[in-house]
């Protein structure tokens, strides 16, 4: 399979206040690009607007998945051409069992031409792979029985949303910061997983502050984001040097874009309060 | 806008005036006490004015659209106007007795063998009213007083016909017994419904009404009493899916005895407007009841619902939840009250109503409200009402959900907790359905 993501000169806003500022990034199918940078740079942004939530708006700028441009798509429509976003912070859906939700979720990304109302894949096989999945993830099977990250533990909403992109494979996923929260053994566990499921078998776009998840998936592409836009591109060696000395030198590098990042976390203190 | 005006819109000397009740006396075979029932409410019918909008109860409401004059009392043998009104609540459902009725009048009456061997009565309560005549004349409209409001009075001295259910001492019904109300295009339905349940009796009901087709309209003006006795057990279903040009009025009253279990659960998809009046008595000590409502309104429906738990005995418990979903230019009222009469100590009393808006335009307004006249009592309540969250609908679309598979899927999660409490598959089943089909496509 080759599939290509490419992103091209992105200007993304929200409630009108430009967060994204021309961001470039092509991945490939079986790349793993990992996606860092201060906090408030624009990661969370990037992968939103990909998956096409409606609140951020792009303003400029394109994305493509192979020759189809995700911009005139719906959300759904994203997710059945094959982008997942495994998010910073899911929400709870009450009522709803995990089972039910994912059963209906992969009968569409499965069959993108289904109709609604149209079957969904059949109860007693799509069990069997779901307790497969959840033992290879070493989750409980009363899991599927909860209803949707509802009274979910941290480490849980994130496992939950691993196991939602083991059942959907995708052609790309975003993992938005799926280590974080986690213990140290949580960690370990979700990093293995991602690369069990993940690894070749999709393109990858890590958003961590951790090292533990690039360790298990080495990235052949080290991105850092600074005031909503791509400053540098590197290799696995990146990531570990920012890890280890932080922003600092990124920061002294690129004044403009420190400034563009200063001027975001500054507007955002009147809604804080 | 005055009472007066309200009064000159709504009479209608003509179908529901003098020469109209002699009509109904006159037609029907009713055994005196019953005649002498219906003339006495007719008086006080005479005697009332239509409800005041700036009565509490009514000042939500919104009934000026009703023309009375449009509709008449249905006194005859009638024809099967109403076919194709949908049964939605026997799915898989193997019932021990049925009754259907067609515009307020009953076509048709079965009972299992055995039960009817064993002295249960199902059927037709104008039969019934002759063929067991003390046994109805006891209970019939003993928890509905006439002086209510207007449209009780219309219905203790007009009612056509209805349902009967008596189950005697000791009898466990198994299997459920099936009401159904059907009623056509402009027609009218002014059907009653006694349940009696002798001390240790068990039974389930599944009562359902309906038309022909979404828009049908029509005039309900209906009575529900269910009556249990000590230690009798009772699962009461109403699914209240009239066309949507309906008018439906309800007095629906149960009275709980000593240590008896009520389960009561209404879904309310149908009807124009609608205003109910829903009181669940607990008369002797360890009476439980349990009440579940399901509201799911559209375009510019309107249903007002009073609730009364009222507990007259100590040690009873009731608990309460009713959740509806609204879109459109839809609106539900909800005025639920807990009253604790003096004397009824370790009462346990639980009310909650949540809503979900699916349009900005659609309107909930919830009152709950405790009266309290003992001082060992616990009594909570609680009510909800907010906008469909779009991050929960982004979240599903994620996941390949279309915006309005996303919807559907949150409005069934938000009344799961009601159908987790509903032990009937039917009924879950049924309400389900009845949701999914009601959720409009958003675009
Ligand atoms: N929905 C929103 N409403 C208002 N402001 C937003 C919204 N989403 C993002 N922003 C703003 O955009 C900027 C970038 O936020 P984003 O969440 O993309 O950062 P991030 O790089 O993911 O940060 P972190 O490392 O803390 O997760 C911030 O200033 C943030 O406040
Ligand atoms: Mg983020």
Same mark, same amino acid.
């Given at each position: 399979?080759?599939?290509?993501?490419?992103?091209?000169?992105?200007?993304?806003?929200?409630?009108?206040?430009?967060?994204?500022? %021309?961001?470039?990034?092509?991945?490939?199918?079986?790349?793993?690009?990992?996606?860092?940078?201060?906090?408030?740079?624009?990661?969370?942004?990037?992968?939103?607007?990909?998956?096409?939530?409606?609140?951020?708006?792009?303003?400029?700028?394109?994305?493509?998945?192979?020759?189809?441009?995700?911009?005139?798509?719906?959300?759904?429509?994203?997710?059945?051409?094959?982008?997942?976003?495994?998010?910073?912070?899911?929400?709870?859906?009450?009522?709803?069992?995990?089972?039910?939700?994912?059963?209906?979720?992969?009968?569409?990304?499965?069959?993108?031409?289904?109709?609604?109302?149209?079957?969904?894949?059949?109860?007693?096989?799509?069990?069997?792979?779901?307790?497969?999945?959840?033992?290879?993830?070493?989750?409980?099977?009363?899991?599927?029985?909860?209803?949707?990250?509802?009274?979910?533990? %941290?480490?849980?909403?994130?496992?939950?949303?691993?196991?939602?992109?083991?059942?959907?494979?995708?052609?790309?996923?975003?993992?938005?910061?799926?280590?974080?929260?986690?213990?140290?053994?949580?960690?370990?566990?979700?990093?293995?997983?991602?690369?069990?499921?993940?690894?070749?078998?999709?393109?990858?776009?890590?958003?961590?502050?951790?090292?533990?998840?690039?360790?298990?998936?080495?990235?052949?592409?080290?991105?850092?984001?600074?005031?909503?836009?791509?400053?540098?591109?590197?290799?696995?060696?990146?990531?570990?040097?920012?890890?280890?000395?932080?922003?600092?030198?990124?920061?002294?590098?690129?004044?403009?874009?420190?400034?563009?990042?200063?001027?975001?976390?500054?507007?955002?203190?009147?809604?804080?309060? | 806008? /005055?009472?007066?005006?309200?009064?000159?819109?709504?009479?209608?000397?003509?179908?529901?005036?003098?020469?109209?009740?002699?009509?109904?006396?006159?037609?029907?075979?009713?055994?005196?006490?019953?005649?002498?029932?219906?003339?006495?409410?007719?008086?006080?019918?005479?005697?009332?004015?239509?409800?005041?909008?700036?009565?509490?109860?009514?000042?939500?409401?919104?009934?000026?659209?009703?023309?009375?004059?449009?509709?008449?009392?249905?006194?005859?043998?009638?024809?099967?106007?109403?076919?194709?009104?949908?049964?939605?609540?026997?799915?898989?459902?193997?019932?021990?007795?049925?009754?259907?009725?067609?515009?307020?009048?009953?076509?048709?009456?079965?009972?299992?063998?055995?039960?009817?061997?064993?002295?249960?009565?199902?059927?037709?309560?104008?039969?019934?009213?002759?063929?067991?005549?003390?046994?109805?004349?006891?209970?019939?409209?003993?928890?509905?007083?006439?002086?209510?409001?207007?449209?009780?009075?219309?219905?203790?001295?007009?009612?056509?016909?209805?349902?009967?259910?008596?189950?005697?001492?000791?009898?466990?019904?198994?299997?459920?017994?099936?009401?159904?109300?059907?009623?056509?295009?402009?027609?009218?339905?002014?059907?009653?419904?006694?349940?009696?349940?002798?001390?240790?009796?068990?039974?389930?009901?599944?009562?359902?009404?309906?038309?022909?087709?979404?828009?049908?309209?029509?005039?309900?003006?209906?009575?529900?009493?269910?009556?249990?006795?000590?230690?009798?057990?009772?699962?009461?279903?109403?699914?209240?899916?009239?066309?949507?040009?309906?008018?439906?009025?309800?007095?629906?009253?149960?009275?709980?005895?000593?240590?008896?279990?009520?389960?009561?659960?209404?879904?309310?998809?149908?009807?124009?407007?609608?205003?109910?009046?829903?009181?669940?008595?607990?008369?002797?000590?360890?009476?439980?009841?349990?009440?579940?409502?399901?509201?799911?309104?559209?375009?510019?429906?309107?249903?007002?619902?009073?609730?009364?738990?009222?507990?007259?005995?100590?040690?009873?418990?009731?608990?309460?939840?009713?959740?509806?979903?609204?879109?459109?230019?839809?609106?539900?009222?909800?005025?639920?009250?807990?009253?604790?009469?003096?004397?009824?100590?370790?009462?346990?009393?639980?009310?909650?109503?949540?809503?979900?808006?699916?349009?900005?335009?659609?309107?909930?307004?919830?009152?709950?409200?405790?009266?309290?006249?003992?001082?060992?009592?616990?009594?909570?309540?609680?009510?909800?009402?907010?906008?469909?969250?779009?991050?929960?609908?982004?979240?599903?679309?994620?996941?390949?959900? /279309?915006?309005?598979?996303?919807?559907?899927?949150?409005?069934?999660?938000?009344?799961?907790?009601?159908?987790?409490?509903?032990?009937?598959?039917?009924?879950?089943?049924?309400?389900?359905?009845?949701?999914?089909?009601?959720?409009?496509?958003?675009?």
């Amino acid at each position: 399979m080759s599939h290509i993501l490419r992103i091209e000169n992105l200007h993304v806003s929200v409630n009108d206040k430009p967060i994204l500022r %021309g961001v470039n990034l092509v991945i490939k199918f079986g790349e793993t690009h990992a996606l860092m940078g201060p906090n408030g740079s624009g990661k969370s942004t990037l992968g939103l607007a990909i998956a096409g939530h409606p609140n951020y708006q792009i303003t400029e700028g394109s994305i493509w998945l192979d020759d189809v441009n995700l911009t005139e798509l719906e959300a759904d429509e994203r997710s059945r051409a094959g982008i997942f976003m495994a998010f910073q912070r899911p929400v709870a859906i009450p009522g709803v069992k995990m089972a039910d939700f994912l059963r209906h979720a992969a009968t569409n990304v499965r069959r993108p031409d289904r109709k609604e109302g149209e079957d969904l894949i059949a109860m007693r096989e799509f069990r069997k792979e779901l307790k497969g999945k959840m033992e290879q993830l070493k989750m409980d099977p009363e899991f599927a029985r909860r209803y949707v990250n509802d009274g979910f533990s %941290g480490g849980e909403m994130k496992r939950a949303e691993i196991l939602t992109m083991a059942m959907l494979s995708p052609k790309f996923s975003i993992l938005d910061e799926t280590d974080s929260g986690l213990d140290a053994d949580a960690v370990r566990l979700a990093s293995a997983s991602i690369a069990e499921i993940g690894r070749d078998k999709m393109g990858l776009l890590i958003i961590t502050h951790h090292d533990k998840l690039l360790e298990h998936n080495p990235p052949q592409f080290t991105h850092v984001m600074l005031g909503g836009r791509i400053v540098e591109t590197g290799g696995a060696e990146l990531a570990r040097q920012l890890h280890d000395h932080g922003y600092d030198r990124i920061r002294k590098a690129y004044p403009d874009a420190e400034a563009a990042n200063q001027q975001m976390l500054a507007k955002e203190e009147p809604l804080a309060v | 806008m /005055t009472t007066s005006t309200l009064t000159d819109r709504l009479d209608s000397a003509e179908t529901f005036g003098q020469n109209a009740f002699d009509r109904l006396l006159e037609k029907r075979i009713d055994p005196l006490w019953l005649t002498a029932k219906r003339k006495e409410a007719w008086e006080i019918f005479q005697g009332l004015d239509w409800p005041n909008p700036r009565d509490e109860n009514w000042m939500r409401s919104d009934i000026r659209g009703l023309k009375l004059s449009k509709f008449a009392p249905n006194v005859e043998e009638n024809s099967q106007i109403a076919t194709g009104s949908p049964v939605r609540l026997l799915d898989g459902v193997d019932v021990s007795a049925s009754c259907r009725s067609v515009n307020g009048l009953v076509v048709s009456e079965s009972l299992d063998e055995g039960l009817a061997a064993r002295g249960v009565v199902v059927g037709s309560l104008s039969r019934c009213a002759r063929d067991h005549s003390a046994l109805v004349e006891k209970y019939l409209h003993s928890l509905i007083c006439p002086k209510s409001d207007r449209f009780a009075a219309l219905q203790t001295a007009m009612w056509s016909d209805g349902y009967f259910v008596y189950v005697p001492r000791n009898v466990r019904v198994e299997r459920p017994i099936h009401l159904h109300a059907a009623m056509g295009d402009g027609q009218v339905d002014l059907s009653h419904t006694l349940i009696v349940l002798e001390e240790g009796a068990e039974a389930t009901i599944l009562f359902e009404s309906s038309s022909p087709t979404a828009d049908t309209r029509g005039f309900h003006c209906g009575g529900v009493e269910l009556i249990q006795h000590g230690n009798s057990h009772l699962r009461y279903v109403n699914l209240q899916d009239w066309g949507k040009g309906s008018w439906h009025f309800a007095h629906q009253r149960a009275s709980v005895g000593r240590d008896a279990q009520l389960q009561w659960t209404v879904a309310a998809v149908g009807a124009r407007f609608a205003q109910v009046d829903q009181r669940v008595e607990l008369v002797e000590p360890g009476a439980r009841s349990q009440v579940n409502g399901v509201m799911f309104t559209q375009d510019r429906q309107h249903l007002v619902y009073n609730t009364l738990q009222h507990h007259k005995a100590p040690h009873c418990t009731s608990d309460f939840l009713y959740k509806s979903v609204l879109q459109d230019r839809s609106r539900t009222v909800w005025r639920g009250m807990i009253k604790v009469s003096q004397g009824a100590q370790k009462t346990d009393g639980y009310q909650r109503n949540d809503n979900l808006m699916l349009s900005d335009a659609a309107r909930a307004d919830s009152i709950p409200g405790l009266e309290i006249n003992a001082d060992d009592v616990r009594c909570t309540h609680g009510s909800t009402s907010g906008r469909v969250d779009e991050e929960l609908i982004f979240y599903a679309q994620s996941r390949g959900f /279309t915006r309005s598979e996303a919807i559907r899927m949150i409005v069934t999660g938000f009344f799961q907790q009601i159908f987790d409490r509903i032990t009937i598959e039917s009924v879950r089943d049924a309400l389900g359905a009845a949701i999914a089909r009601q959720v409009r496509k958003y675009e």
